[in-house]
């Protein structure tokens, strides 16, 4: 197999021992599969983008064990350096598999209060949250993505989405109203965009809104 040469030459080469795994795995044949992802976690060169990888390997086939042991480098690699987010995400996305939401809740509010996260940061611990039902620090996460990448469409989107889950009907509208502008605008300049107005016409999520006269002005039935 190709794959496995390319392993056995360029062992940090992560991203063909991933899908070398992958291959075995499809095959049935998961100890060579952990086999080839504990190389990579034992491999020094393994940095926090390839151990979250490596939450992902490992909890496609419920390995539990696999998924402590690099829960546990996470969460060091977190604590020598709390600027590296990758690794308090892996760990709270690694401690989420394991059934351990607190853990999880306590590494990603951590990493999100730090003053120089990153966007892309923001955006995974949001997914986080959402992934474990953490609906008000959900709500914070998209607020703070907003800020951190006002030209997004899909930030203001999601964020109108939740505001109407939970309620917040006003704010919702607010949230909504500068998606669609921004991506009216986005279209504008790249017709193959995605249009979010012809997602707000489909949205279910949009419920509750749909006989708000403010909501109809926004997304007039077509």
Known sequence: MHLEDEVRKNPANFQAAFDLAGAYLQMQQT????????????????DSKALRG??????????????????????????A?????????????????????????QALDKAFSNPKIDANSVLSIAQTYAALGAVPKLEAALEKLTKVMPESPEAWYDLAVLKCGVGKQPEALAALHQALDLSAKRL?????????LASARKEERFGSLRQNPEFKKLVPAK
């Open 188 to 196: 504008q300049q790249d017709p193959k965009a995605r249009d979010l």
């Open 81 to 105: 350096n709390p600027e590296d987010f990758q690794a308090a995400i892996g760990f709270a996305e690694a401690s989420r598999h394991l059934q351990k939401p607190e853990a999880a809740i």
């Open 54 to 79: 490596l939450v992902q390997a490992y909890s496609s086939f419920g390995n539990n064990p696999g998924l402590q042991r690099v829960a546990d480098k996470l969460e060091a690699l977190a604590r």
């Open 31 to 46: 100890d060579h599969a952990v086999q080839i992802l504990d190389g990579v976690m034992n491999s020094p060169q393994a």
